[in-house]
């Protein structure tokens, strides 16, 4: 069977990669340890998962403009958004981030060192909702920026854990709510979509949040990300 790309759902979607590149290459600049970070991509268990360079670039001057020092991270495959984080908050800045995987792990442990960020970083093994519950029991300090970018069914327990974990003034950026437009069907089977709908219903219904979303297309396709501030 035909593998379904990006590029042969979309007529566009050559442009779009087009496009990113030609932004990427003229404002963004990875340097080697980021390109060696995308490449060693490939040999995680979920392969090219990471974002973009501009969309990793733009996480690290979110983190930047909301003078963020403590950075939670939902999935860390490996590392790629992890390096553009640590380099946001600086080198008194502390990024945590969990990833159910140690082969991932190990992965992400050696693009943190070729960054020279290993230091100010915490690779967390094993299932998110189990390292942030540990966080939560052990009084961690509070967090400013979380991002949220791993199994989707669990988007919404990932929300309540990172609402426990930040306060009034935090943002949560929530990574892949669009789906090739599959998140605007409510009868969807699929539950990575269920997982982005029911915390989009969170989120509505939470009165201590305000949040937008936006669609984005480039090299990672067509999809989206939702960003929030605790009010
Ligand atoms: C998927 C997950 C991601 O975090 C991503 O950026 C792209 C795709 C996925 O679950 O397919
Ligand atoms: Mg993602």
Do not use: C, H
């Not at 050559?14 to 060696?36: C, K, N, T």
């Not at 960054?115 to 909702?129: E, K, L």
């Amino acid at each position: 069977m035909t593998q379904t790309t990006p590029a042969n759902r979309y007529p566009a979607a050559p442009l779009w990669r087009a496009v990113d590149d030609y932004f990427s290459d003229a404002l963004v600049g990875e340097d080697a340890a980021l390109v060696a970070a995308r490449d060693s991509g490939a040999s995680t268990t979920m392969p090219n998962a990471e974002v973009a360079a501009n969309q990793g670039a733009l996480l690290g001057m979110l983190v930047q403009i909301a003078g963020a020092r403590r950075v939670l991270e939902f999935g860390t495959l490996a590392g790629y958004s992890t390096i553009w984080f640590a380099r946001a908050v600086g080198e008194t800045g502390r990024v945590v981030t969990f990833e159910l995987e140690e082969q991932n792990a190990a992965v992400a442990r050696e693009n943190l060192t070729r960054a020279g960020v290993a230091d100010r970083v915490d690779v967390v093994v094993g299932p998110a909702s189990d390292s942030a519950q540990q966080l939560i029991d052990s009084g961690a300090e509070p967090f400013d920026f979380v991002f949220i970018d791993a199994d989707k069914p669990s988007n919404p327990a990932y929300l309540a854990a990172a609402l426990e974990l930040t306060r009034p003034g935090a943002v949560i950026v929530i990574d892949n709510v669009v789906r090739d437009g599959a998140v605007a069907d409510p009868d969807s089977d699929d539950p990575r979509v269920q997982g982005v709908r029911q915390v989009v219903a969170d989120i509505a219904a939470d009165p201590r949040l305000e949040a937008t979303a936006l669609q984005t297309v480039g090299v990672k396709g067509w999809d989206g990300v939702i960003v929030l501030r605790r009010k």
